[in-house]
């Protein structure tokens, strides 16, 4: 079983809807949670940290549940531009290692 | 403002030769890591480094050594190719201490046939 697990997708959306990720984590000991986005043959960027209180950056709204270790990502009004690899990272140690989900496909139809 | 610039960018390699890829960031970051990257299996830690002089494994280090002498600079060696060290390969920095966000370079596309 891996330590940080995330549904693959796709997920497939018209533009405008509203679109969940989950995210799973086995480790406890998990300090540090965020989502990355992955665009096709890039780099993984920093979409947004995520807090036990929830937060929210425009469109898109992360929350971390620490007794049920369960990460979501909420994006709504889908954009075009949304569709990406959404990826769960979890950080845990001394050194605060990331650790990956294998991320979810978002692919957004006009 | 470079960020984390990683080298080369596509490489094919054959079956036992040996190669570096290069790593440098400008932003003085005190951790630095290599992953790979694989269909179905996310990045995956090779080897990390927590500043100058100071290396550890990852989850996948066989195969691959580094080094870090400078703070700038973590190049991943791979001492004797093999087609499954074919892969896309990230290397990653970040400052020390927790919740710090993690800049990536561009990414290596390695072949090994």
């Known amino acids: 079983r891996k330590e940080v697990e995330q549904d693959p997708g796709p997920f497939n959306v018209p533009e405008g809807a509203t679109v969940a990720f989950n995210c799973t984590y086995s480790n406890s000991a998990s300090q540090s949670f965020f989502w990355y986005r992955q665009d096709c043959r890039k780099e993984p960027k920093l979409l947004m940290s995520?807090?036990?209180s929830g937060n929210e950056d425009g469109r898109f709204t992360a929350q971390l549940n620490r007794a049920s270790q369960y990460i979501s990502l909420l994006i709504r009004d889908s954009k075009l531009s949304d569709s990406a690899t959404y990826l769960c990272?979890?950080?845990?140690?001394?050194?605060?290692?990331?650790?990956f989900g294998t991320g979810t496909l978002l692919a957004v139809q006009p | 403002n470079a960020g984390v610039t990683q080298t080369p960018k596509f490489q094919v390699l054959k079956t036992g030769q040996s190669m570096t890829l290069q790593c440098a960031q400008d932003m003085n970051h005190e951790y630095m890591s290599w992953y790979r990257q694989d269909p179905g299996m996310g990045l995956r830690l090779i080897h990390y480094?927590?500043?100058?002089?100071?290396?550890d494994q990852g989850e996948v280090p066989n195969g691959y050594n580094v080094s870090r002498s400078t703070t700038e600079d973590f190049p991943l060696r791979l001492l004797s190719a093999a087609p499954s060290q074919t892969s896309v390969y990230f290397c990653a920095s970040r400052k020390e201490g927790r919740g710090t966000e993690a800049f990536f370079g561009q990414g290596t596309r390695l072949t090994v046939v």
């Open positions: 995520v807090y036990s």
């Open positions: 990272v979890v950080a845990r140690g001394a050194t605060n290692k990331l650790i």
């Open positions: 480094s927590v500043g100058a002089g100071i290396t």
